[in-house]
C-alpha cells in the first residue's frame, strides 16, 4: 500500500551521472567546466559573505538580470530585466515552465534520444510525454511541431544531449511558429556552438531560452540557470517559482561570472581547441563519433559493444557516461576535460579496442 500519488509511485526517478565524492576519478561524464571559474566569482561572493546572511536574498535577482540585459541588447532589441528569471541551475527552471504550462492529463512533446529529465518532470506532473524521433542525421521532422490534444509545451535543447548536434535559429523559428505552444530552447550548451537562438525571443512570443552558469561558466556547484523570454511569460512563471529560489551567494558569483567575458572566451577557445581532438581520436579508434556544438561528443560505435568498455575505463579511474537508448542505439557521451584529461581517457580506449 502505498500513500503518495500513482504517478509519483510508479515514477522510476531521475538518476542523474554519478558523482563520487573525493578526488578518485578523472570525471567526464557530466560535462562540467575541467577549468575553475572566473576569479571575479570569488570575489563577488566573497563581498556578499561579508555582507551576512541574515538576510533573504533578492527575489528577483535583480542584479544578475541588469547586468544580463545589458549583455543581450545587441540580440534582444528593448530587452529589460523583466524579459529574465533567474532560476536554482536551469533544472528549476525547466520544473517552473513545466508547473506553469502543463496541467495533468496535457501533453508534453520532446524530441528523442535527448535530455531524460524532461520525461521525468512531465511524470511528476502528472502529465504525458509523447517523443519525437531525431532523423538519422540529427534533424528534426516536421512531426515535432505537428498538433496533438492536449500540447501544452515543447522542449528542444539546443545543442542537444547526448549528441551535441545543433538545430539552425531559422529551423528552431518555423517549428516554434508551427506549435500550438510555447517552444522551450534549452541552451545550457550553446556558449560552446557556432550561434545561437537568443533573437528569437524577440521575434516570437512563443519562444523560451534557458541556459545555465553550470557548463560553459565552470559553476556547476553554485545553482544558477536563467529563463529568458517576452515578459508576459516571465510574469506567469513568477507565480510558480519558489519565493526565494536563489540564494545571495549565487546572485553574487553569477553576476561575477558573466560580467566576465574575457573569461568565457578564453574557456570557449581551449574547450573547442580539445574537442577537435577528442573527436579526431575517437573517430580514429572507430568509434562514429559525432561532430559536436558542445562540450561533449557522443560516440557510438559501429560494431563494438561499448558498456564493457565504460565498466574498464571506469576500473581504471576514468569515468564516462555510458547511455542506452532503446530503439536508437547506446553510445559513450565523453566531456570535454583537460588536455591531459581526455588524452587518458583516449590512451586507455586504445589498449581496449
Ligand atoms: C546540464 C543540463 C541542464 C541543467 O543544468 P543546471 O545545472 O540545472 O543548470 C539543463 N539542460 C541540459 C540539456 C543539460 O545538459
Same mark, same amino acid.
Given at each position: 500500500?502505498?500513500?503518495?500519488?500513482?504517478?509519483?509511485?510508479?515514477?522510476?526517478? *531521475?538518476?542523474?551521472?554519478?558523482?563520487?565524492?573525493?578526488?578518485?576519478?578523472?570525471?567526464?561524464?557530466?560535462?562540467?567546466?575541467?577549468?575553475?571559474?572566473? +576569479?571575479?566569482?570569488?570575489?563577488?561572493?566573497?563581498?556578499?559573505?561579508?555582507?551576512?546572511?541574515?538576510?533573504? +536574498?533578492?527575489?528577483?535577482?535583480?542584479?544578475?538580470?541588469?547586468?544580463?540585459?545589458?549583455?543581450?541588447? +545587441?540580440?534582444?532589441?528593448?530587452?529589460?530585466?523583466?524579459?529574465?528569471?533567474?532560476?536554482?541551475?536551469?533544472? &528549476?527552471?525547466?520544473?517552473?515552465?513545466?508547473?506553469?504550462?502543463?496541467?495533468?492529463?496535457?501533453?508534453?512533446? !520532446?524530441?528523442?534520444?535527448?535530455?531524460?529529465? *524532461?520525461?521525468?518532470?512531465?511524470?511528476?506532473?502528472?502529465?504525458?510525454?509523447?517523443?519525437?524521433?531525431?532523423?538519422?542525421?540529427?534533424?528534426?521532422? &516536421?512531426?515535432?511541431?505537428?498538433?496533438?490534444?492536449?500540447?501544452?509545451?515543447?522542449? $528542444?535543447?539546443?545543442?542537444?544531449?547526448?549528441?551535441?548536434?545543433?538545430?539552425?535559429?531559422?529551423?528552431? !523559428?518555423?517549428?516554434?511558429?508551427?506549435?500550438?505552444?510555447?517552444?522551450?530552447?534549452?541552451?545550457?550548451?550553446?556558449?560552446?556552438?557556432?550561434?545561437?537562438?537568443?533573437?528569437?525571443?524577440?521575434?516570437?512570443?512563443?519562444?523560451?531560452?534557458?541556459?545555465?552558469?553550470?557548463?560553459?561558466?565552470?559553476?556547476?556547484?553554485?545553482?544558477?540557470?536563467?529563463?529568458?523570454?517576452?515578459?508576459?511569460?516571465?510574469?506567469?512563471?513568477?507565480?510558480?517559482?519558489?519565493? *526565494?529560489?536563489? &540564494?545571495?551567494?549565487?546572485?553574487?558569483?553569477?553576476?561575477?561570472?558573466?560580467? &566576465?567575458?574575457?573569461?568565457?572566451?578564453?574557456?570557449?577557445?581551449?574547450?573547442?581547441?580539445?574537442?577537435?581532438?577528442?573527436?579526431?581520436?575517437?573517430?580514429? $579508434?572507430?568509434?562514429?563519433?559525432?561532430?559536436?556544438?558542445?562540450?561533449?561528443?557522443?560516440?557510438?560505435?559501429?560494431?563494438?559493444?561499448?558498456?564493457?568498455?565504460?565498466?574498464?575505463?571506469?576500473?581504471?579511474?576514468?569515468?564516462?557516461?555510458?547511455?542506452? *537508448? +532503446?530503439?536508437?542505439?547506446?553510445?559513450?557521451?565523453?566531456?570535454?576535460?583537460?588536455?591531459?584529461?581526455?588524452?587518458?581517457? !583516449?590512451?586507455?580506449?586504445?589498449?581496449?579496442?
Amino acid at each position: 500500500m502505498s500513500f503518495v500519488r500513482p504517478n509519483i509511485d510508479a515514477l522510476a526517478g *531521475y538518476a542523474p551521472g554519478e558523482q563520487p565524492q573525493g578526488g578518485k576519478f578523472i570525471k567526464l561524464n557530466t560535462n562540467e567546466n575541467p577549468y575553475p571559474a572566473s +576569479p571575479a566569482v570569488t570575489t563577488a561572493i566573497e563581498a556578499a559573505l561579508r555582507n551576512g546572511l541574515q538576510r533573504y +536574498p533578492d527575489p528577483m535577482a535583480t542584479a544578475f538580470r541588469l547586468r544580463a540585459a545589458q549583455l543581450f541588447a +545587441p540580440d534582444v532589441p528593448g530587452i529589460t530585466p523583466d524579459w529574465i528569471l533567474c532560476g536554482n541551475g536551469s533544472d &528549476d527552471l525547466l520544473t517552473i515552465l513545466t508547473r506553469t504550462f502543463i496541467g495533468e492529463g496535457e501533453l508534453l512533446r !520532446l524530441p528523442y534520444p535527448s535530455y531524460i529529465l *524532461y520525461r521525468t518532470l512531465a511524470e511528476i506532473q502528472g502529465a504525458r510525454a509523447e517523443e519525437v524521433r531525431f532523423n538519422a542525421d540529427w534533424s528534426l521532422s &516536421d512531426d515535432f511541431s505537428a498538433t496533438a490534444a492536449g500540447l501544452k509545451l515543447a522542449f $528542444l535543447p539546443n545543442p542537444n544531449s547526448p549528441s551535441g548536434t545543433y538545430i539552425a535559429p531559422e529551423r528552431v !523559428l518555423e517549428i516554434a511558429e508551427r506549435l500550438p505552444c510555447p517552444l522551450v530552447v534549452d541552451e545550457a550548451y550553446v556558449d560552446f556552438a557556432a550561434t545561437n537562438c537568443l533573437n528569437l525571443v524577440g521575434r516570437s512570443e512563443k519562444i523560451i531560452i534557458t541556459r545555465t552558469l553550470s557548463k560553459s561558466y565552470a559553476l556547476a556547484g553554485l545553482r544558477f540557470g536563467f529563463a529568458i523570454a517576452q515578459p508576459q511569460l516571465i510574469r506567469e512563471m513568477i507565480k510558480v517559482k519558489d519565493s *526565494y529560489n536563489v &540564494d545571495a551567494l549565487s546572485i553574487a558569483g553569477a553576476t561575477g561570472a558573466i560580467d &566576465d567575458q574575457a573569461w568565457l572566451r578564453e574557456n570557449r577557445r581551449k574547450v573547442l581547441a580539445t574537442r577537435d581532438k577528442l573527436t579526431a581520436g575517437m573517430t580514429a $579508434l572507430g568509434f562514429n563519433a559525432v561532430p559536436s556544438q558542445a562540450n561533449f561528443v557522443w560516440c557510438p560505435h559501429p560494431k563494438l559493444p561499448v558498456k564493457p568498455l565504460y565498466e574498464q575505463l571506469k576500473a581504471s579511474g576514468v569515468l564516462v557516461r555510458y547511455m542506452n *537508448y +532503446p530503439g536508437w542505439s547506446d553510445g559513450l557521451r565523453i566531456s570535454v576535460g583537460t588536455e591531459d584529461q581526455n588524452e587518458a581517457c !583516449l590512451g586507455l580506449l586504445r589498449g581496449m579496442v
